[in-house]
């Protein structure tokens, strides 16, 4: 599977951004997928995670109601709908996906060694 993100840039802080991964290759309703973020400095980071089917998600504390994960599985795309930015949600994002397509209360979406691949990442900046 390969993944392409794109959507990030400079955004000041109360802003929006929509970030997509585009798949390709393997179907990609096989996959849980998800997205992290990793800061200068700082270990990379669960952010959101959607089931196979996107009818459930995991998102991290910080999150608290501001962003919002989905996918699209006839066009192999995952979404990170990014609102209310603060300064300290400025990294580089990454979306990867793992082989699994059973419920998320089964599956340790916050570990990154359970995501068997990753894009590129796409780096969101947010100025005070």
């Known amino acids: 599977v390969q993944l392409q993100a794109s959507g990030g840039g400079l955004v000041q802080a109360g802003g929006s951004l929509r970030l997509s991964c585009a798949a390709s290759g393997r179907p990609f309703s096989y996959y849980t997928m998800g997205w992290f973020r990793q800061a200068p400095g700082k270990e990379r980071e669960l952010v959101a995670a959607?089931?196979?089917?996107?009818?459930?998600?995991h998102y991290a504390d910080f999150v608290k109601g501001r962003f919002t994960i989905s996918r699209d599985n006839p066009k192999n795309t995952v979404y990170l709908q990014l609102n209310s930015l603060k300064p300290e949600d400025t990294a580089d994002y990454y979306c990867?996906?793992?082989?699994?397509?059973?419920?998320?209360?089964?599956?340790?979406?916050?570990?990154?060694?359970?995501?068997?691949?990753w894009g590129q990442g796409t780096l969101v900046t947010v100025s005070s």
């Open positions: 990867a996906a793992g082989f699994y397509s059973g419920s998320l209360s089964g599956y340790a979406t916050h570990l990154p060694r359970n995501y068997d691949y």
């Open positions: 959607t089931s196979w089917s996107g009818g459930s998600a």
